[in-house]
């Protein structure tokens, strides 16, 4: 792919070069470069983990601490699992 080859280009660059912290920075983008690449394609973000962390954070305020933290693991499965509060059968 054209992204690959101007990496490549780059990483040749930078190899060759006498700058140890360019060399080192190289390296490390080549040993990730498929996920690097993955990420830029398919417009990967990290919004949902986002959202996820901010209602957590919320209930966490709401709460102003808990007991223990199962208490805190089970208002976070509560929030956040998907229940149905209402199943089909059950009238409100």
Known sequence: SNMRDQWGMWYDWAIRSRLEPM??????VKNHLGGIIHAATERITNASAEGLNSVIQKLKYVARGFRNRDRFRAAIYFHLGGLDLYPAGITR
């Open 23 to 28: 060399k080192a920075a190289a390296r490390m």
